[in-house]
């Protein structure tokens, strides 16, 4: 069975940087998609960032420039380094692991950036 767990939200001043962690296992295969989404407060759930097994890398327009996703394979783990942070990006932030076209999820991980 796949587990997916996230790590290292919490609060943050404007201007600065987390980083959060995703470790997988169980099930997973080689070829996969991992990817970051959020959930702010009242809205839906979005795309974040999102990376290939290959290292191919996918980021929203509103992240771009400021956040950074990686991955180990090794580990089946992944990253996303966020910096600049600001207000709007305070969300619970969701680690995914794509395999053959299904969605596994973890319980998230809140990020709140406030002064």
């Known amino acids: 069975q796949v587990q997916v767990e996230e790590s290292g939200g919490g609060l943050v001043q404007p201007g600065g940087s987390l980083r959060l962690s995703c470790a997988t296992s169980g099930g997973i295969v080689s070829f996969n998609v991992m990817g970051w989404y959020r959930q702010p407060p009242g809205k839906e759930r979005e795309l974040v960032a999102d990376?290939?097994?290959?290292?191919?890398?996918n980021y929203a327009d509103s992240v771009k420039g400021r956040f950074t996703i990686s991955r180990d394979n090794a580990k089946k783990t992944v990253y996303l380094q966020m910096n600049s942070l600001k207000p709007e990006d305070t969300a619970v932030y969701y680690c995914?692991?794509?395999?053959?076209?299904?969605?596994?999820w973890g319980k998230g991980t809140l990020v709140t950036v406030s002064s």
């Open positions: 990376i290939t097994s290959g290292g191919g890398t």
């Open positions: 995914s692991v794509k395999i053959y076209g299904i969605n596994y």
